[in-house]
């Protein structure tokens, strides 16, 4: 057990050992019904516990604050999945990186180079690679503050609340790039009126621990405090054979402080402060399949790297990395101010939040035989190249860091007015980063053993003498080095208004609401790129001599020194929606949305501009990193139904939409090399499909549901630069036909000692297509569909003393074991095809103690 768990079992037994004279409080009383008014989140009520409820007699109201005021579930024209803690808690949904097969439409994958950063699509919509320079298109929301960044978000948050996946564009409210859907965080807030705690124990296999305690002190009748404290440590499920630490293993700190002062009747002060700590290691990528298809540079020493890697379509428990396996880390923290002012017509509200995050990634996509004779590393190498290279020293280990620090401030106005017939929230919003990617200094990337069959090519590079000599006794190495320093400077305006009127007609069954935000963004990027290839003459273990590979050979990109980027943005995104109650428990709604996503500067270009001719394809693209890319905008109608039966047993939630995408952001991969790609808009797509919900009382103690969406989404239109539409080579690569959720919530008896209860879920995630990019590539990166087998056996409301209860569970994830891969690559020199896999099955138990509720 690590110092910091340590340190937070040791904190929780002093306090729990200092409670014994607080004062007791009663349980929540059941919701009945639920007054929905333009309340700030932190003024939503959580729904009662399981206790309170009358056997399941009734679906409990969930409120959300999806449009950025408390209403209920069925109340808010939008598809969303809305999670409180206690389905948090049965879903073991512990962060943003949990939600992919828990929302049907939703795909969240880990970066190839950093398990941390999420690449997360809605509907299709996402980002396919993760730069600095560019902005997601699913944006994430902490308490109403905007994360601009993926890197560092698969991480523990320290005390959620409440998280909502809203699903489609969110251009007005949500008005950050968030072309594809949004994500709504909301942590708890302190509560004056009593001291709570609660204090969680995790233990599972492969050295699962996690330690969890919050703990609410009420200072006076209107101020109080909140502290939760997070520790977790967990092992993966691929050893290293190899050198340094194994693959997958994770140790991290969360730590969240909430203040809360009621200043008088009108005025409520929040602060919040988040911190987390991550340390981790990446997983290796497993090859799949041999190389086939054209690798560029990579085919001199392809059939060496084919020798010393390990391949397998079934997931291995162990690799080997060559090099030593290096940790990665992630730092982020956040502070946030949050003021509401309650008038007499009106709410004002302020939110104000600093974020800072800083994340080091290590990645090492080596063939997992072990042998340092093919790398692609960034650790310590030590050659005759090297030291040519380094100005006569070996170059170094080499962890490159991507940090970000960001300002944001909103205001708001919201309220009801004309005798509640008219509802309205608008807004300016303004938003500030700087950040960039320090890859510095120059170091390893890649270097393997040639060919004999291709050294002719090479040894003809040397002196005649030399080649003649070594012709026969020694084989050439090529090895290649990057230095590189990136930097982002951007700015965002905002001002927005949504409203919403009720006329008298129809009973006050009808709603019209409009939407409008009108935006402006400022981008800035510098990008400082040396990228060199040598070729290295060894005799056996000694490294003799080194010479530049002549760029002519490998298609070497421009030199970055300074290279500044900028452009300006500006965008008017309306939304309007037709509500209407067919029943008191029934609403239909139809919905018109757009949202725009930033243009920006694409890093992996290895041109500087238009006038750096053509590239090592031999094809003029007519532009570079300096010219970028320009915003890309969807628009989408949304037809839905949100309903109540059977006196709010069954609840039955529907809606189908259409979507246009136009100007999308297309990634042209140059063809010979493995990362460079060109950046533009030569994109049109549709996408439409039918999300569905549903939950079943059909016995007392018994909940029965399902949630499943269909997605049919299509690239109509990608002009490439000859002019020819090439849309069959750019699929979305991340929108499956066919997704969903089946869960089954069983009361199997209430004795007097607390609640025995089960839940069962299975999730399901379709057919991936992948990248494809061209036609010898199709299907290299596809990922098949798997459905996952989640039980939670739950022995609940355990009475401890006058004002404690236990909850004991017992938990599994992917009962059956289940093969399932997370994501795939094509462009390793060693692999067509190589992939990451999904978690194996696991099981764990769950102690959770609560005081004082």
């Not at 602060?271 to 497993?286: E, I, S």
């Not at 944001?408 to 960039?436: M, P």
């Amino acid at each position: 057990m690590t110092k910091r768990v340590c340190l937070w079992a040791l904190g929780s037994l002093v306090v729990q050992a200092g409670t014994a004279a607080a004062q007791q409080s009663g349980a929540g009383e059941p919701l009945e019904t639920i007054a929905v008014a333009p309340l700030s989140a932190a003024e939503a009520p959580p729904p009662p516990p399981p206790s309170t409820r009358a056997g399941f007699a009734q679906l409990e109201e969930v409120i959300v604050t999806a449009q950025r005021t408390a209403t209920t579930l069925q109340d808010t024209p939008i598809s969303l999945e809305a999670f409180n803690e206690e389905k948090l808690q049965m879903r073991g949904i512990g962060g943003v990186e949990d939600l992919g097969t828990n929302v049907p439409s939703m795909v969240i994958e880990p970066h190839p180079l950093s398990n941390t950063t999420l690449r997360i699509t809605i509907r299709g919509v996402g980002i396919t690679d993760s730069q600095v320079t560019q902005d997601p298109a699913v944006g994430i929301y902490l308490d109403g503050v905007y994360l601009a960044r993926s890197v560092g978000l698969a991480l523990d948050l320290a005390d959620i609340q409440r998280m909502e996946v809203l699903r489609g564009p969110q251009g007005v409210l949500y008005g950050r790039n968030s072309t594809g859907g949004a994500v709504n965080i909301v942590t708890k807030r302190p509560d004056p009126t009593m001291f709570t705690m609660d204090h969680r124990v995790t233990i599972g296999q492969r050295d699962l621990f996690v330690g969890k305690s919050s703990f609410n002190v009420p200072v006076t009748d209107d101020f109080a405090v909140k502290l939760a404290v997070l520790g977790r440590q967990s092992g993966g499920f691929v050893e290293n054979t190899g050198e340094g630490e194994d693959f997958g293993d994770r140790e991290a700190l969360g730590l969240r402080f909430d203040m809360r002062w009621l200043a008088n009747d009108d005025l409520t002060v929040d602060y919040g402060y988040d911190y987390t700590d991550l340390k981790y290691v990446n997983y290796m990528f497993q090859g799949v399949l041999l190389p086939e298809t054209q690798h560029g540079l990579a085919e001199f020493f392809k059939p060496y790297a084919v020798a010393n890697s390990v391949y397998s379509d079934r997931r291995l428990d162990k690799l080997a990395s060559g090099a030593p396996m290096e940790k990665s880390g992630a730092k982020v923290s956040g502070h946030t101010l949050t003021l509401t002012q309650q008038l007499d017509a009106f709410e004002l509200k302020y939110i104000g939040a600093y974020r800072k995050l800083e994340d080091s990634q290590y990645p090492d996509l080596s063939g997992g035989g072990g042998d340092t004779g093919y790398r692609v590393d960034l650790n310590i190498y030590d050659s005759a190249a090297a030291r040519l290279a380094n100005g006569g020293e070996p170059t170094p280990l080499v962890i490159p860091v991507s940090y970000q620090h960001q300002w944001s401030h909103e205001l708001q106005i919201s309220g009801v007015a004309w005798d509640e017939r008219v509802s309205y929230i608008a807004g300016l919003y303004y938003f500030t980063e700087s950040g960039g990617e320090d890859g510095g200094p120059l170091h390893h990337i890649q270097s393997a053993t040639v060919d004999p069959q291709q050294t002719d090519v090479l040894l003809a590079l040397l002196p005649a003498g030399l080649r003649g000599l070594l012709q026969d006794n020694a084989l050439p190495r090529l090895s290649a080095y990057w230095d590189y320093n990136y930097g982002i400077r951007n700015k965002a305006y905002a001002a927005f208004g949504q409203f919403s009127f009720r006329p008298d007609t129809f009973d006050r069954r009808l709603s019209l609401t409009l939407g409008l935000r009108a935006s402006r963004d400022e981008r800035y990027a510098i990008k400082d790129f040396i990228q060199r290839q040598y070729l290295e003459v060894r005799l056996r273990d000694l490294s003799l001599a080194a010479v530049p590979v002549p760029a002519a050979i490998v298609g070497s990109p421009d030199d970055f020194v300074g290279v500044e980027a900028r452009s300006d943005y500006d965008d008017i995104s309306p939304s309007a929606t037709v509500q209407y109650e067919l029943t008191d428990m029934a609403k239909a709604y139809l919905s018109y949305s757009t949202a725009y996503k930033s243009g920006g500067f694409n890093l992996r270009d290895p041109q500087i501009s238009a006038a750096s001719g053509p590239a090592s394809d031999g094809t003029n693209y007519g532009f570079g990193f300096v010219e970028g890319y320009k915003p890309e905008r969807v628009s989408s109608w949304e037809l839905g139904l949100k309903s109540e039966w059977l006196n709010r047993a069954l609840r039955l939630n529907g809606a189908a939409f259409y979507s246009d995408y136009t100007d999308m952001q297309t990634n042209f991969m140059i063809a010979g090399t493995i990362s460079d790609t060109k950046s533009r808009n030569a994109g049109k797509a549709r996408m439409l499909g039918l999300e569905l919900e549903g939950a079943l009382i059909p016995a007392e103690n018994l909940m029965l549901g399902f949630q499943y969406a269909y997605l049919d989404a299509r690239v109509l239109e990608v002009i490439d630069v000859n002019g020819d539409n090439v849309a069959n080579l750019y699929p979305f690569i991340a929108a499956p036909r066919h997704s969903g959720v089946l869960f089954g919530d069983w009361t199997i008896a209430r004795p007097r000692w607390g609640e025995l209860r089960a839940y069962v879920n299975w999730n399901y995630l379709g057919d991936r297509t992948g990248f494809v990019i061209t036609e010898e590539r199709r299907g290299l990166t596809a990922i098949d569909g798997y459905g996952l087998l989640n039980a939670r056996m739950m022995a609940n409301n355990i009475r401890m003393g006058r004002d404690g209860t236990l909850d004991i569970a017992l938990w599994g994830k992917n009962l059956l074991d289940k093969e399932y891969e997370l994501t795939a690559v094509d462009n390793l020199p060693h692999a067509d095809r190589a992939v990451i896999w999904g978690e194996p099955r696991l099981l764990g138990i769950d102690f959770i103690y609560r005081f004082g509720r």
